[in-house]
């Protein structure tokens, strides 16, 4: 039975890569695997009838005689629907009745992967060699549908489930898909987990270098024990690196060049016990995805934006130079400050600077801002200036706004050009204008462009940059929040501790990182969510007396 179950998860491996590159379109590497997995077939049919296991071979002889009928018709969807839907749960039927049968204790890979180790890698191969079961805490191992091995690992935060436990080789492939490109020469994966999405992306390589870093020993323990990783530690190009220490992360990410690409196995960074280097791991995970996701409409944003001639922001150098910035955001505290506002409204020397979530609120609360900021390049957020799109308000926006945003909008607009885009850069740079730093989200954009203007003072109104009570923004623009066992705790400016989100803490510390060192600008938070480490905690009016 255990070699049967072997050929199964083979079968089940050549299957999903077969629908893989089907669904791609890309027939000639489809049908290459299709072929390879009618040939394991029959190989699975042959062993199974000699040790007794008819049931199998006849539950799956009818779905083989559709299978080698529409690859002799040429039909490659129907082919990869017939894998997908019908050879695949049988295969996974199959392989559950062949391990309810077995002795269920896994196979061990240890001897066979660690010395293949001891060959290409003996710093690593001592450090496994020497290493001990770890009772920090729980390690749960089972079984995919699939048959492969699967990995559970407790945490703080709750049970982290390192691979899918279905198909981790389907979820494998996809990742693998996903992350290489022809762009690279080099790729850094943060995150071993039990290897799957190595040994994809390994596959689809040609001659490149592939560095894997891993933080938790137990979990590489444990993957070259109960993985057959031949395929991984066989390849010269693919190097897995043991970071014992958090620092040694930095060292790697310091490497990253132009042609060297990072990526993240989400579910590793999951389970790293040190809150610092997860978070900001978590952090550099959503600026990634963030760029991977937008980056084509952020281009097509970029070229409408510039034919429309605006001024650019550094033009309002006069207007903020030496003057008191408001910035008001849309947190759940600024309800509590809609009075002063309106009280130091067209107030001299002073600016209100408000974030588009928040415009229309304060308008209709009677508080007309000097500027409204947006900076969202998705079409969705022209909700923020619908009914108020020609009240007269500057607009300032980047250069990679929907452009359908600034189409629409009546008013007098201002340009800005950020850092970390390339189009931006090289504008700004034939412009002679200004990069201005965005930190992510339109607050934090706000406030580096209120430090490079030159205001003398800027007051942080509703930049609560967590959640105080049950809301997550001003009423009016906020909702409730519910799932509060993904939330991170952190400080609040009362002293007690207050739930953030993952995004909302990385805001909060680009903007210490970005006030650190600043000079000749008195910085103020009269907001009520997250302590800011560098800002002073006053109310408005008292911000506005010193």
């Known amino acids: 039975m255990e070699a049967l179950l072997e050929q199964v998860m083979e079968l089940i491996h050549a299957v999903t890569e077969t629908v893989f590159y089907f669904r791609r379109q890309n027939y000639a590497k489809g049908y290459q695997h299709s072929k390879r997995a009618i040939k394991l077939g029959e190989e699975y049919f042959e062993q ?210 132009d042609d060297m690409a990072c990526v993240l196995w989400y579910p590793s960074i999951k389970t790293i016990a040190e809150d610092k280097l997860r978070e900001s791991l978590e952090n550099y995970w959503v600026s990634s995805q963030s760029i991977k996701n937008l980056g084509a409409l952020l281009e097509d944003n970029f070229a409408k934006n510039i034919k429309k001639n605006d001024k650019n922001v550094d033009t309002l150098g006069t207007e903020f130079s030496g003057k008191t910035m408001v910035l008001v955001a849309a947190g759940p505290s600024l309800d509590n400050n809609i009075g ?57 926006y980047l250069s990679t706004v929907a452009s359908t945003v600034v189409e629409r909008y009546k008013g007098e607009r201002y340009i800005a050009f950020q850092e970390d885009f390339d189009l931006a850069e090289e504008m700004a740079k034939e412009q002679g204008n200004c990069l201005y730093q965005t930190g992510g989200s339109v607050a934090t954009f706000a406030l580096d462009m209120g430090i490079r203007l030159g205001c003398s003072k ?52 680009w903007i210490e990182n970005r006030i650190q060192n600043v000079s000749g600008v008195t910085l103020m938070n009269a907001s009520s969510g997250a302590r800011i480490h560098g800002m002073q905690e006053k109310s408005i009016a008292e911000s506005l007396a010193e």
């Not at 995919?144 to 049970?159: E, F, I, K, P, Y």
């Not at 002073?350 to 974030?355: A, E």
């Not at 509703?462 to 952190?490: I, Q």
């Open 340 to 396: 002063q506002l309106k009280e130091i409204q067209a107030k001299e020397g002073v600016k209100i600077v408000c974030v588009g979530k928040a415009a229309k609120k304060l308008i209709g609360q009677g508080v007309r801002p000097d500027y409204l900021v947006m900076i969202d390049g998705l079409e969705r957020t022209k909700w923020q200036i619908d009914g108020i799109e020609d009240t007269g308000i500057p607009l300032i």
């Open 458 to 509: 800027i007051i942080c109104v509703g930049l609560d940059l967590g959640y105080p009570g049950e809301r997550s923004h001003a009423a009016g623009v906020d909702r409730k929040v519910v799932d509060t066992k993904s939330l991170r705790r952190v400080e609040g400016v009362d002293g007690k501790m207050i739930s953030t989100s993952r995004t909302l803490d990385m805001y909060r510390k």
């Open 48 to 257: 199974a009838v000699q040790v007794g296991f008819q049931d199998s071979v006849e539950l799956l002889l009818p779905i083989w005689k559709l299978l080698l009928e529409a690859t002799q018709a040429g039909d490659e969807v129907q082919l990869a629907d017939l894998y997908e839907q019908q050879l695949l749960g049988a295969l996974y039927e199959i392989q559950n009745c062949l391990l309810e049968n077995s002795s269920g204790e896994p196979k061990s890979y240890w001897e066979s992967n660690m010395a293949l180790l001891e060959k290409k890698d003996g710093t690593l191969y001592q450090v496994l060699k020497n290493a001990k079961e770890s009772h920090d805490r729980e390690y749960a191992f089972s079984w995919a549908m699939t048959g492969d091995a699967l990995l559970r690992v407790a945490t703080d935060r709750g049970n982290v489930q390192l691979h899918s436990s279905v198909n981790p080789w389907q979820e494998a492939l996809c990742f693998a898909g996903e992350n290489v490109t022809a762009a690279c020469s080099e790729y850094l994966v943060i995150g071993f987990g039990l290897g799957y999405h190595i040994e994809t992306m390994s596959k689809m390589l040609s001659c490149r270098k592939l560095t894997v870093i891993e933080h938790d020993l137990e979990q590489l323990r444990i993957a070259f024990m109960y993985r057959d990783l031949s395929g991984i530690l066989s390849e010269e190009k693919v190097t897995v690196v043991y970071c014992k220490e958090a620092a040694d992360y930095g060292k790697w990410l310091s490497r990253i060049k």
